[in-house]
């Protein structure tokens, strides 16, 4: 979990930052996390599972950094490698398989310089796990491939190439691992997700033991000064504040920080921390946030762009139903049908952390079975009468009893909603965006400054695709932008292209 801040502004991803620094920013204190740390460092094939911003690059690079060559004397050797690389998302077939395998081989390459000296294998799958096989023997030890940003939520079919390759690695010798968002459905027809990996859903959850506690251990690192006892009125104290609003963002680290920022900014000498500063700063989240991100992700999902206008009906349907309810039960039951019917508006809005599936099968009153769903706080409480977080409601949403969910049933308003046609293009609508979409904003507030924007125009930038297929000496020649920068921009296209 990311914990610090430059200059005020979050670090959004965990591969951006500084290796040298990583240890310092990062902290997984929980047995939960501990566990998936292991099962990532272990034998055999491992997908975790989870949505934006709950930890899936720290964890995968925590794992690498406790192998070799960081830890020499460990038993296996782990490579961690980034796949935001666009040419994969515009390549298909023999090209997906070359520009994946270079990938494999120049980070392995870089990773362990004169001990990979003899691996030079041919940038085809199968040359690849012999040579990978051949420099496991020759080493004595395991390889694990952390394959990260494996998947994108808007384009399916490399999908399919990409798994076929993760299959064909896969050995006694090579133990491969990849991130891959909820939304991940087409694995292939070669692969079988049930029997080819172990997959591990990335919760955070509060009915699971040391919810409370990690998200303590976050609030006391990244901020040592605030929220003490002093900073809080009433009957709250550090512990039922950060879980409240751990919880309230359903376990989601990156969109925790967000909340403690924007809590840590009504905090003052004057004004203590209390429930009306709550109820302010899960508004703010939700309007500011929540809503907005669904804007953000639109263009990021090619053919499931039309998608996320139903993803947004079904979500002011779902918090709209719950928000009316007398106790503002935060759990939804969708039966089956309906679940498998609007599959891919609920894992957009799974993505984007409106809610998130607890269980996948559930007994329903009225017969048959259903998802559970857990609802984000935020947005519930943005459709309760008066969107105001009162002493009752807080008191019923802290205690660990849940209230009765709604359901979704067959022929109530959910099974009546119609999904769009999908175009047959997968081309996201990002890549012909302006690149001044790039700019510094609630949207993008990772991007760059109107200056750099400027001099990247002025020197014929005008799409974000000009910037994707420029290479680094192309952007090092532009005025103001050095190879630091030439970093950053390639970081920025990263986040706006990978979610």
């Known amino acids: ?167 064909t690695l896969s050995s006694s010798s090579v133990s491969c691992k990849a991130s891959i968002y909820p939304g991940v459905t087409r694995f292939g027809t070669r692969f079988d997700v049930y029997n080819d990996a172990t997959v591990i859903d990335l919760l955070r959850n509060e009915e699971l033991p040391d919810f409370a506690e990690t998200f303590v251990e976050v609030m006391d690192a990244r901020y040592p000064d605030d929220f003490g006892g002093w900073a809080l009125s009433g009957s709250l104290d550090k512990r039922t504040v950060a879980s409240f609003l751990a919880q309230s963002v359903l376990g989601n680290m990156r969109s925790f920080v967000f909340a403690c920022n924007a809590l840590q900014a009504r905090c003052s000498s004057s004004r203590r921390i209390g429930l009306p500063e709550l109820s302010e700063t899960l508004i703010e989240l939700s309007s500011n946030y929540y809503w907005p991100l669904l804007d953000e992700i639109k263009p990021k999902l090619g053919m499931y762009e039309p998608m996320v206008s139903v993803a947004q009906d079904v979500a002011n349907m779902i918090f709209s139903e719950c928000g009316q309810k007398v106790n503002h039960p935060r759990d939804v039951l969708v039966r089956r049908e309906v679940d498998e019917h609007l599959a891919k508006p609920l894992q957009i809005l799974e993505y984007a952390g409106f809610m998130s599936k607890r269980e996948a099968s559930r007994a329903l009153k009225s017969g048959g079975r259903g998802a559970r769903y857990a609802l984000n706080l935020c947005t519930l409480l943005e459709q309760t ?21 709604v359901q979704f049933n067959k022929g109530g308003v959910l099974s009546e909603v119609s999904l769009p046609e999908t175009p047959s293009t997968e081309d996201l609508a990002i890549f012909f965006e ?46 103001s932008v050095g190879e630091a920068m030439v970093k950053k921009i390639r970081n920025v296209l990263g986040q706006a292209i990978w979610m």
């Open 1 to 167: 979990m990311t914990l610090e801040i430059q200059d005020s502004s979050l670090i959004l991803a965990a591969e951006d930052c500084e290796p040298s620094r990583f240890d310092e920013f990062h902290r997984f204190p929980s047995r939960y996390d501990r566990r998936v740390l292991s099962a990532l460092m272990s034998h055999g094939p491992v997908l975790i599972k989870g949505g934006r911003g709950s930890g899936k690059s720290a964890l995968m690079i925590a794992a690498s950094r406790k192998l070799d060559p960081f830890v020499v004397d460990a038993s296996a050797i782990g490579i961690y490698m980034s796949l935001r690389h666009a040419p994969l998302l515009k390549s298909t077939g023999e090209a997906y398989g070359r520009i994946l395998c270079e990938i494999v081989i120049n980070n392995i390459r870089s990773a362990l310089g004169d001990r990979a000296k003899e691996f030079y294998p041919v940038p085809d799958v199968g040359a690849v796990q012999i040579a990978l096989s051949h420099l496991s023997s020759t080493l004595g030890k395991r390889i694990v491939l952390f394959f990260d940003d494996a998947a994108h939520l808007g384009r399916e079919a490399s999908l399919e190439e990409f798994f076929d390759i993760y299959r």
């Open 385 to 405: 009468s008066g969107s105001r977080l009162t002493k009752n409601l807080f008191d019923n949403w802290i205690n660990p009893a849940r209230e009765e969910a």
């Open 434 to 479: 302006p690149i001044t979409t790039l700019e510094k904003s609630k949207v993008y507030p990772y991007g760059l400054s109107q200056q750099k924007i400027q001099a990247l125009q002025d020197a014929g930038f005008t799409t974000i695709r000009d910037l994707v297929d420029a290479d680094d000496d192309a952007l090092d020649e532009v005025r």
